[in-house]
């Protein structure tokens, strides 16, 4: 049972462009959200969060929204640069006390130049 | 400031064989866990502790066994390797509320 989706097992975007990853949950019990990224031969690295209390974080070219009555979240990066393209994770817990991660499939995006 | 260092970085082994991974942290975190990446399947939650000589199963714990008998080290050993246990092995730390992992960058394992 995959409780945290991401439907979209690739995505290719132009340089300059907006990207837009997607991920849906079915954890009623879920409360914070992240987003990973992954270069290949590398273990994933901490992108942004965001907070149940929250509909949508900011930080620099990444933003991050939260529909929680859709039980889906997404990642804006905008512009797209070409060191954006990697896989990326969507991550789901059910707060604070409970640190352990449930993982989506990842998707991995592609910047053409 | 290493972070966290896996080890081996890939290795193969015949059905059967035993092996240990070891992970090392050196950020004093009191999380650390252990997850595989398979294509398609994401990162799984193989087993966790939450501090020094305590464990605790995950998603997909059969065929494992872990110890932390100290704080920052985190050991996954197959016992009786099988060709299903092929996968990316990734180990991370974290401390108490902070939901940032820190990942190792991760052991390739492959049983023939």
């Known amino acids: ?51 149940s209390i929250k509909d949508k974080n900011e930080d620099g070219r990444f933003t991050v929204f939260l529909n929680k009555s859709a039980k889906h979240l997404s990642l804006h990066i905008v512009p797209s640069q070409p060191g954006d393209s990697a896989v990326y994770f969507c991550a789901a817990s059910p707060g604070f006390g409970n640190e352990k991660l449930t993982f989506g499939t990842g998707t991995r995006l592609t910047i053409i130049p | 400031n290493a972070g966290v260092t896996q080890t081996p970085k890939f290795r193969v082994l015949k059905t059967g064989q035993s092996m240990t991974l070891l992970c090392a942290q050196d ?11 398979d294509p398609g399947m994401g990162l799984r939650l193989i087993h966790y502790s939450v501090g020094e000589g305590t464990t605790a199963k995950g998603e997909v714990p059969d065929g494992y066994n872990v110890s932390r008998l100290k704080k920052q080290n985190f050991l996954l050993g197959l016992e009786s390797a099988a060709p299903s246990q092929t996968s990316v092995y990734f180990c991370a730390s974290t401390k108490t509320g902070n939901y940032g992992y820190t990942f190792g960058s991760g052991t390739r394992l492959t049983v023939v």
Request: overall charge negative.
């Open chain 1, 1 to 51: 049972d995959q409780q945290v989706k991401q439907n979209s097992p690739s995505l290719s975007v132009q340089e300059g462009r907006i990207s837009i990853l997607n991920c849906d949950y079915t954890n009623s019990m879920f409360d914070y959200f992240l987003w990973y990224k992954k270069y290949p031969a590398e273990g994933p690295t901490f992108l942004i969060s965001i907070s």
């Open chain 2, 27 to 37: 950020m004093n975190h009191e999380y650390m866990y252990w997850y595989r990446q």
